[in-house]
C-alpha cells in the first residue's frame, strides 16, 4: 500500500509540474500586430480604430479588415484621456491572472517539495536501516510485505521436506486461527528453526506466510542489538505491536542468537543492553495468548549457544531443524534455481548434485546464479552448459580467481610442488577422498588449491579418515621440504589446521590411545569458571598424545612423498605448466612416472 501511495504522489508531482510547464510556455496567437503607442495615439487621431479593449496597460483592438493590433501603454492614468476625447468606444477589462488553483498550488510548490523529498529519504533510509535513524529512533525496524505480496510457496522450497511437513500445521493455523482455537488446539506461539547458514531459513519462514497469505514481518537479531540502550526493548514492543494489529501475521526474527545468546555466556561481562532487549522479547512472548493468530519465527545457526529461558513451553517450543540438503535435496534445489534460467540440454542435475556435497541451498542458488552470469557475460545468448557450471562451482567454493596478482616464478615453483604435494598424498592414501582438482591459480587468500570431494555424504568420520586428512594436511610442507630442502610460511594454514584437527581427535572425539575414550572438551573452561577443568598432568598427556599424533601422520606422509619422488616432481611441471590440472591428469601422470 505503501508504494502505490508513493507512487501516487509522485505521478501527481510530475502532473502538476506539466501543467505549470504548459502555461509558462504557452504561446500567445502569434497573428497579432505590435504597434508602438505614437502610432496607435496617430491612428486614434484618424478615427481608424473604433474600438478598442484594454485589459492594465495592454491595448488590442480589430480594424475593418479582421486583423488585430495590439499595443502597450504607458501606467498613467492621463493615457485615457485622449482616447475618450477622439470618441473611441473602450472597453476595459480585469488583467487576466492565472487560475486560482495553478496560484495556490504555484505557492505551495516549494513546500510539497520539501515534504516529498523529507518523505522519500526518511522511508528509504528506514528500510535499509541507514541514513533516515534519526526519524526511526526506536520504531521497529521490521519491514512488512503484505501476505498477498510474499509471493514465496512451499514449492520454492526444495529438499527440507521433513521441516516443510513439521510446519504446515502452522500454516493452517494461520489460515484460519478461530477453527483451531474453538477446537481448543494449543498452537505454538514461537517456533525456532536452526541449521546451517544458507539452508533456507528465511525462504521456509516467508513461504509460510506466503501459503497462509498472510503480512510477513522481518528483523534481524543484530538490528535490535544497537548502541544506545533502551533501543532494542523498545524495538521488541514496536514490533509485537505492530504485528498483534496485523494478526494474523508471522513475525519473523533471523539470527536470534544475536539477542537471545546465554545470559552468562560469552565475551567478557553482560552486556546489558542485549539482555534488556531479550528481557522484554521473552515478557512479550508471555504477553500474548497462541491465538490470537501470531506466530514468531526464529532462525538460528547457533541454537546451542541460545538461553535456556527462550525454549521453554510457551515459547519457542516448537523446534524445527534444518539440515544441510542430501544428494536428493540438492538436485531439487538445482531444479528449483534451473527453472529461471535457460540450460543447455547437456546438463544433468544429478550428476551435479553428487559433486556438490557440502553444499548449501544458498551457495547452489549461488552456483547457478553464477552460471547464468557467466552466460551472460559472454553475451553470445547461450545457454548454461555442464563446463560453464563446473566453472561456477569452481568460483563458489574457491572464491573467484585473482589471475592479475603478480607471482614470482619462485614462488609459483614452491606453490606448484606444494599443492602436488597436498594432491599426491590425497591420492596416495587409500580411503582418502578422491583428488578432483589441483590448481596454483591464486584464489582468495590461498596462492593454491587442492580440491578433494568425497564420493558421498558423510555424516561421520572414521579415525583412519581423519589421520589421512592430518597427511593431506602435511603433504605440501613436506613436499617442499623434500625439493627444496626449506620450507616457507605458504603452509602456516595447513599447520593451523592439523594441530586443530589432532586435537580434537585426542580431546574431543577419543581418538589416542595413550588418553583413551575421555573427551576434554572443556579443556578451556566457560568464562567465570574457576580454575582450569583438567589437571597439569592430563594437560601434558594430551600435548604429548596430539604430538605424537601429528608425528605419525608426518611420518607416512614423508615416506608416500620421498618414495614417489619422481611423480612429485612430474605433478610439479604439470601444475606449472597448465596451472590447473584435473583427476584425468593426474592418473596420467602418476602411470608414467611410476
Ligand atoms: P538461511 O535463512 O537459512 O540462512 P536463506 O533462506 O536466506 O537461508 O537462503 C538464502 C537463499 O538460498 C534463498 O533465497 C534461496 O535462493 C536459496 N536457498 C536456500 N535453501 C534453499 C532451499 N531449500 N530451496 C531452494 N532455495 C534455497
Ligand atoms: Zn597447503
Redesign the pocket.
Known sequence: MKYFYKNLSIWLIIGLIGIVLINVFKKPPDDIIHVNYTDFLKRIDQGVIPDIKMEGNVITWTNSNGESFKTVSPDNPTTVAPLLKSGVNIEVREPKKPHWFLQTFLSWVPFLLIIFLWFFFTQQGGEKGGGGKAMAFGKSRARLIDGQESKIKFK?????DEAKDELVEIVDFLKDPSRFSEAGARIPKGVL?Y????????????AIAGEAGVPFFSISGSNFVEMYVGIGASRVRDLFKEGKKKAPCIIFI?EIDAVGRHRSAGGGGGNDEREQTLNQLLVEMDGFEGNEGVIIIA?T?RQDILDPALLRPGRFDRQVM?PL?DVG?RE??LK??AQKIQVHSDVNWKIIAKGTPGF???????MVNEAALMVARKGDGGKVTMDIIEKAKDKVMMGAERRSLIITDKEKKITACHEAGHALTAWMLPGADPVHKVTIIPRGKALGLTMQLPEEDKLSHSKSYLFNNLCILLGGRIAEELAFGDVTTGAGNDIDRVSDLARKMVCEWGMSEEIGTITFKSASPAPGYPGPLISEATAKEIDGAVKSLINSAYETTKKILSGNRKILDAMTQALLDHETIITEDIKKIVKENS
Open positions: 520454492d522450497v526444495a529438499g527440507v528453526l541449521g546451517e547458514p544458507g539452508t533456507g531459513k528465511t525462504l521456509l519462514a516467508k533471523d532462525a545457526n534444518v540438503p535435496g531439487q534445489i528449483v534455481h548449501s541451498g544458498a551457495e547452489l542458488a549461488n
